[in-house]
Structures are given as structure tokens and as C-alpha cells.
């Protein structure tokens, strides 16, 4: 906003565009290592949660022949072949919860996807005499934040691709009911609060100052809550809570933010505007790279990737596709043999974005062996098929390792909750729970998962 | 229902209503995996918006006012009126999340630990930069800013404080709070810099910081002449005012308003209304509201496929941005009257010489271009964009396991063509009979709104039909005719309140608010269809000073 911030962020721009095209050729190359040490058993467990939106085709997805271990990728799967063995692939879990609820398909999923609960009513128009609201829960990785306390600099990360659209369609991440967390779509953005905090650099003393003016002013404006709950109803003070709750976030956050990050890795390239179709790729890489280092630097351990939104008008522009938006595309008919190779296209490409996140995970070591190996990967997506908006039988993969996940598998269910699936996720990170979201749409954790 | 339509809807009409099983595909289906029971009698268009109504008899219930955060721009444009720095801090905060198309929901705003950052970055910066310039608004010009007369500095300060901290918090402040935030100003030597400009930095973060400046809470007391509801303070109806009209913070005048009470009749509302609606700031604040009810804001960041619209680029984007905005308001502010928003006649300079003048907001080419994909103009969209933006008549989601299908493009076929294929299927068509002979009205113009009169070697046909309203069913032809139906049509009058109340109280409208909004149509239409007739009316309702009483 300011002159002097624009600057410095012109600036930054100028000098990553620069350092950029050094970092183009190798790419990895300095992600920092894990923070877990060698011959230890006790590494921090992560989760890393990876949205495609609009669908799939499970009869393209779904493993084929053999049996739980020995089977072959569908063939919408294939770019995650070499990762075979470090996959659960789901068919036969529902988004049931999903079917319940106001608004359209993609709002309902949307907003029961992460958060295994009914979509509130609100202020969206859901055209049956109803309207939409937002989730009526927290999203996992913000109750696992909460509960687990891992106390790392931030709670969680949100990092998106082009979520251009800031409504319950466009929103995954739930701090609570009706509290929509908005992801970073800007890597250049996201780096700086991650890794290029500082502002008085090698002054001690300045920072200490810095510090105790902030530690003040958040003391002050603390007090002028209390004035105010005293004088509101109960729904406008949960209202202001969440500023409150935000600022005592903030409060333990200061002395991080006033420092530099110790691990450092390499700065993103700037390509331009975020949102643009062009840069779809090379942006989704780069929120995985500044993900990845993230948690191998161990400053935060539950994160999002939330490539596009529901209902997303974009085009693959960046791999010669520039006639079909996303979304029409998931709406083709069955036999419509100009749009669907195109679809598949787009869907191929997801598996081989899914497989990147992957590698970029399996390159950092950590104690003695990978980032992969304590890190699980959730990949979802809010439909089952695109064009009849289907919620049954839901393309659900886990990946990578934590908490004893048994990999190399393909598990079909008899239409599970995927409340249950959520609950064996929170299991897997170290949260004893027996029950996730909506009440009536779980019944504890899924069976054979470890 | 016996319908009578044009030949050319006839394909799509007779194909929705052929078979019993189309019109549940606007309804609410079964749960997935079931199969789409079909009723008897579905033979049948679903029944348009119901219309407001109001009991007289009914006690009034001004709903609930939950505390707003500022949005980026009131946060900018507060920050303006209050330092006199003109800046962008939003790059410091996340978008807001939107509700109704609007950015300013109550229920929707969210304040993350994202934002509770950018907050903290944008204060810092701010604050240093306002104090940086502090020669050019000192109340006390005279003081010694040396070390030796802090006692002098701190009387100065407290002046300084006490009035910043009342225009940023928008109401007079307590002992309580002003010794806080001296307190503040004491820390001035343990920091950088001299005392007195360090001490007033930090209050000044902190002021920038606080709930008070980055709500507006709506309290008041509750008033005795109607049980279970609470009466605005009068600052509170100044900020109410203030943010509806400028989407900034009181004025002086507005504050001594509020001061001296003088904000409660209708007459002191009205005049205060007329006045602020005057100030360019009410210009620059509503085309906010008009931006966002008709998409134009979507023109930020619009794409066109250069293969298929080769040259558009931000020229053009800035043509259709200007020309839009000059012709809403020009309806708004010259002609006082929004059926020229609908019908208003404009020439477009790159229209051939027969086409002669264009009609209504639908026909500007901003609007043409936001309701297309980035390579050819979508008839559904379109329609769509009528039905809930122009006709406050939302579609129902489709009905679970239905195919909703894109369809076939075929270089030899108009759009048009492409799109009645697919409205063959007779489960698509029972909901598109509702929006796409809407859109293929719009098709003579094309996805950057050019003028066509051909397509792929065909003529273009753009016979459309309106269904399911109040009172503007009926074939026509063209957009200048469908302009000419919306523009008269009661229903689309009454859904440029709902918008306008949506906006005005940031939340949706309930059945509690029927009264006003009937009112405020009234008010609207009895002065000529002008809009600021229907600002004047809202904030004279007699529910506009109140809200929902405090549950304890």
C-alpha cells in the first residue's frame, strides 16, 4: 500500500524475476532439509491436503483387476505410477453429507468436503426457497491445528491457484462454522510471510523494540474488546471474537514475524499476474515448492493446496488448450467425443500436478528417509463426476506416510461415510478421536487403513 | 399451462414439455443414487418470486445488525477522510468474501489472522507516514518539541489523541479509553525518534488496530416505545449513513449531526441523505453497488481468447469499463430515472450506420462481455443474469444424477444452434426453458458485445421469450425489445430494491423486512423511478434507526 512497501515489493519482483531464471533449471535444488533427525523414529506428522475441482471419471480413475494390492492405475492415474506404492486409493466412499443441505451441488461439497458437516442456511441464493451459507463446522487441518499444538509459526497454511471466486463454491478451509479461511494465491506473497519476514535486519535491539511497541498496542486494542462484549448480543460477539481470537494468533506470532526465517529456500520466480491462465502451472508449482519448504521447515504442519475453485471458468491455455473452460468441461455428456479427450486431458493433468507435490516431497530428506515418509497427503475434490454432479463414490487418494498408513493399495468400500475418512486422517496425524463433523454421517474411523 | 410461443422456442418448449420428467430438473431431486421418480403432474413452469408483502398490522422488525468489518475500500476510503493519505492498503488484506454479489455482508466478512497481519502492516505504515507530515495538521503549532517541555508535548498529545481517536472510532470516547491510549503515548522515549512524534505513531497503530475502528457495531438502547427492539445511537446512525453513502466515515457535519441529535426525524434524515448524495463521494461510493448487482466489476482481470477475439486488450476493457459506468450514471444522476438504466438509448462508435442506437444496460458491451466465456458469448450465462441479477429470481440447483451437458461445438452453427441441440434433451430444457431463450436474445452481440448479424455463415436469430415473472412474459426479439419489457416490468423495479436493501443492511432480506422494502418501492416509483429517492426512503424508514433487540 504504502510507497516504501511498493517499492520494496517492486523490487523483491524485480530481483526474484531476475534470480528466477537461475532457479528455473534446478528446480529443488534448495529446499532446505527436514527438520526430523536421523535415527529417530519421532518425526512432526503433516498433512497436506490437495483440492481438484468439478469431478473425475471413477471408470477412468478406479484401479483396475486384481486385488487390494496388486492392481493396475486407472488410466486417469497414470503420471502417479511411480508412486504406487505410497497410494490408497478410495472407491465406494460417499460425500454423504453433502446431499443434505441448501444450495447447488458444488456449494454443498464445497463446504461439507473438509468439514464432514451440513452447509448453513445464509445469505447465497440456492434457488430452492433456501439459501446457502457456508460450512457448518472446521475444516480438519484447523482442528488438528488446535488440538495437536504442534506450536509452530503458523497454525496452518493456506496456499490456492487462481480461487478467484470468494464465495462457499470457491472456499474449502474452515476456521469455524461460517468462517471461510481465503488461500494465498500469490507465491511471491506467500514467500514473503513465510520466509522474508524481517524487518531490522541483524539489529537486536530494534527488534527487541519493535517487539515490545507490538506486544503494546495488542495489549490496548485487547482492552477495547471488553467495552464492547459487555454491550452485544450473543451472535454479534462471536462476530468480534474471531478479531480477537485472530489477534492473540497474532500475539504469539510477533517475535516470528520479526525475524528471519533460519531456513531458507529458494525465492519463487515472479511469472506475472496469479490469476492469469497462462501461469496456471507455473503457479500451482510454485505454492507446492513454498508448501514443501514450508514444512520442511517446519513452520507449519497442516496445510491446503487448493488448485482453482468449484465451478472454475478456467482454461488450460498454458498446455494448448484454449477453447474449454474446466467446468463446461466436466459438464460434457458421456459420448461427446469433441470435449471429453479434453476433459481428460485436464484431469490427467491434476494427477500429474498431484504427482509433483509428490516428488517435491520425496526430494527433501529427513532423518533417514523423506519428507513423503511423515507427511500425508489428502488429494479431494468436491464431486464424483462432473456432469450429474454426482457425490456418491468420491476419487478420495491417500498418500505418502504417517501414523502407520499401510500404502500400495487399493481400498473399496460399500459406501463409507467420508466423515469416517476424516476421522482416520485425524487418527493417522495423532488425534485421538472417534467422531468428525456431522453426528449422523460418521461412525467412527474407516477400517483397514493401518 | 397452455403457452403460446414463437416457432423458433417451439423445439425447445415442446421438448421440455413432452415428457412428464423434465420440470424436476428444476426441482430438488433425490439423494444420489437413486433413480429421478417422475411425478404426474410436472407439466408446469415453476411459479415466478413471490412478491412482497405487507401487514400493515404487523409490528415492525428491523432484523438483526451484526458488527460489520470495514471492507478494503471502506478501510481505504475511512483512512482517506481520516490521515488524508490516499492509499491501497489492499494488498496488505485478503478479498472479501461476497454474499448476494455483494462484498459488504455482515455475515460473511471475515477477519482471519491473515487479515489481523495486514491490519498490523497497514497500521504501522500508515501511522509512520501520517506522523511523518504531522507540520501540516498540528493543532498546536507553538509547542516546544524538545526534551525539555514533555509536560507542554503531553497536554498537545492528549488534544491530538482525544480528537483522532473520536473521528476513528466514529463516536465520542471514554476516560477510560483515552488514558489507554495516553498510555500508549507514554511509551514515546523507550522507542526510536522523538517522544512526542514515537508516542503519537503508536497511538495512532493502535487506534487503527482496534475493534472500534474496524467494526461498525450497532448497539444502541433499547427504546421503550416498542418492546424487543433497540434505537441506534445517533453516532451509530451516522455511521450508518456515512457507510451507506460515501462507504467511508462521518463527515464533521455528519458528526455535529450526530452531536447535537440531530439525527431522528425524517426530515433531519432526508436532508443529510440529499446532502451527502451531492458530495462526489456518493458517486465514486454507489457505482461500488452498480459494479457489483451487474458484474461490471467481473471487467477487472477479463480475459478474451486472442485466436478468437484478436486485438481485445485493455483498451478496450477500458472503453466498456468507461462507457458502462457513464450510461449507469447518467440514469442515476442526470435522468433520475432507472428505466433509463434498462431502456436508456446509446450509440456504440463501432456499430454500422443501420444498427443505429443501442438500448439498456444489457446492450453495453461490458455487461455483453462479462456474461461470455473467452471465446464465444453463452446464452446461458446470460440468461441466468436476467433471472437472478435483473429479476431477483433464482434458478434451482440441478437435481442430483441429472446430466447438465455443455454442449457439441460445431464451427458450422450459430451459438444458438449449438445451444437448442442440447435443449433438445428434455431434462436440460426443463430448467433452460427458464434462462436460454433469454441469452439467445442477446446473440446478435458477441462475446466482446460487437455487433453480428451473421455467424459461422448463418444469420443469427435472436428470438427469445421471458417465462415465469410477474409481468413481463412474452416473446420477443432482440434485446431492444426484452430491454423495453424489463425496463416497465414491476417485478425488476422491486428487485432493484432488493438489491439495494441487500447492499444497504448487509444481509438478505427476510420475511421481518417485507414492509420496508415495499415502501421503498413505493417511494422509488412515485418519484419517477429515481434512485435517490429510494436512498432518501430507506434511510427515513422508520426501521432504518433500529435493530433487533439485545437476547440478554
Known sequence: ?450 | MQRTVRSTLRPLLAGALALGATLIACEEGPPPGEQVVVPEDVRRLPAPPARPVCDPEAALDPGAALPRRLTRLEYRNSVRDLLGLDVDPSIHFPPEEQSLGFDNNARSLQLTPLHAEGYLAAAEDLAARYIERIDSWMPCPELDRGVDAQAEQRDCAARIVGELARNAWRRPITEAEQSRLMALYDMGPELEGPAFEAGLTVVVEALLQSPNFLFRVEVGQPDPARPGMHRLDDHEVASRLSYLIWRSTPDTQLQAAADAGALRTAEQLEAQARRMMADPRAREAWWTFFAQWLHLDELDGLVRDPSYHPGFGEAQRRYMHDSARAFVEHAVWDAHDLRRLFDGPFRHPDDPPHVGERRGILAQPALLAVTSTPVMTNPVYRGVFVREQILCAPLAPPPPGLAVVAPDPDPNLTTREQFAQHSDDPTCAGCHVLTDPIGFGFEHFDAVGNWRVQQNGHAVDAAGELVSTWDADGAFYGLDELSAMLATSAQVHDCVATQLFRYAYGRGEGEGDACTRVRLVERYVDAGYDFEAMVVALVTDPSFGLRRGVDE
Open chain 1, 1 to 450: 500500500m504504502s510507497r516504501r512497501r511498493t517499492v520494496r515489493h517492486l523490487t523483491r519482483r524485480t530481483f526474484l524475476r531476475r534470480a528466477g531464471q537461475a532457479a528455473l533449471a534446478l528446480p529443488l535444488l534448495q529446499l532446505p532439509r527436514g527438520v526430523g533427525a536421523q535415527g529417530s523414529q519421532d518425526h512432526p506428522r503433516r498433512l497436506i491436503v490437495f483440492y481438484q475441482p468439478n469431478g473425475t471419471k471413477k471408470e477412468l480413475w478406479s484401479p483396475r483387476g486384481g486385488s487390494e494390492k496388486n492392481f493396475e492405475m486407472g488410466p486417469l492415474l497414470r503420471p502417479l505410477d511411480t508412486f504406487r506404492e505410497r497410494l490408497v486409493l478410495f472407491d465406494g466412499v460417499d460425500l454423504a453429507v453433502a446431499g443434505e443441505g441448501p444450495g447447488g451441488p458444488h456449494q454443498r461439497g464445497m463446504a461439507s468436503l473438509l468439514t464432514g458437516e451440513i452447509i448453513t442456511e445464509g445469505d447465497f441464493v440456492g434457488g430452492d426457497g433456501r439459501r446457502a451459507g457456508w460450512a457448518g463446522g472446521p475444516s480438519l487441518d484447523q482442528v488438528l491445528a488446535r488440538e495437536l499444538r504442534p506450536g509452530t509459526t503458523f497454525d496452518t497454511l493456506e496456499l490456492g491457484v487462481r480461487c478467484k471466486e470468494a464465495v462457499p463454491r470457491g472456499r474449502l478451509i474452515y476456521r469455524d462454522r461460517e468462517q471461510p479461511v481465503p488461500p494465498i494465491d500469490d507465491p511471491l506473497v506467500a514467500y514473503e510471510r513465510l520466509f522474508a519476514r524481517t524487518q531490522t535486519p541483524g539489529d537486536p535491539e530494534a527488534t527487541a523494540r519493535l517487539l515490545h511497541k507490538r506486544r503494546s498496542v495488542l495489549d490496548a486494542v485487547a482492552g477495547d474488546f471488553d467495552a464492547l462484549y459487555r454491550r452485544v448480543t450473543a451472535e454479534d460477539r462471536a462476530k468480534l471474537e474471531q478479531h480477537a481470537t485472530s489477534l492473540r494468533n497474532l500475539e504469539q506470532r510477533l517475535e516470528a514475524i520479526a525475524s528471519t526465517s533460519a531456513c531458507q529456500p529458494d525465492a519463487p520466480l515472479d511469472v506475472g499476474d496469479p490469476m492469469a491462465e497462462a501461469y496456471f502451472e507455473q503457479i500451482a508449482k510454485a505454492q507446492i515448492d513454498l508448501m514443501v519448504s514450508a514444512m520442511a521447515c517446519d513452520l507449519t504442519r497442516f496445510g491446503s493446496l487448493q488448485c482453482s475453485t468449484s465451478v472454475n471458468a478456467l482454461r488450460f491455455t498454458f498446455d494448448g488448450l484454449d477453447r474449454f473452460q474446466g467446468h463446461s468441461l466436466s459438464h460434457a455428456g458421456d459420448g461427446n467425443a469433441s470435449m471429453q479427450p479434453h476433459w481428460d486431458h485436464h484431469l490427467l493433468w491434476y494427477s500429474g500436478l498431484l504427482a509433483y507435490l509428490l516428488a517435491a516431497l520425496r526430494a527433501v530428506p529427513e532423518g533417514d528417509g523423506t519428507l513423503l515418509d511423515n507427511t500425508l497427503v489428502l488429494a479431494v475434490n468436491e464431486l464424483s463426476r462432473g456432469n450429474t454432479h454426482s457425490h456418491a463414490d468420491m476419487p478420495f487418494i491417500l498418500a505418502g506416510g504417517a501414523g502407520g498408513l499401510l500404502t500400495g493399495r487399493h481400498l473399496t468400500y460399500d459406501g463409507a461415510s467420508h466423515n469416517d475418512l476424516l476421522v482416520s486422517v485425524m487418527n493417522l496425524l495423532g488425534l485421538e478421536t472417534q467422531s468428525f463433523g456431522h453426528p449422523d454421517f460418521c461412525t467412527g474411523p474407516l477400517t483397514g487403513l493401518i
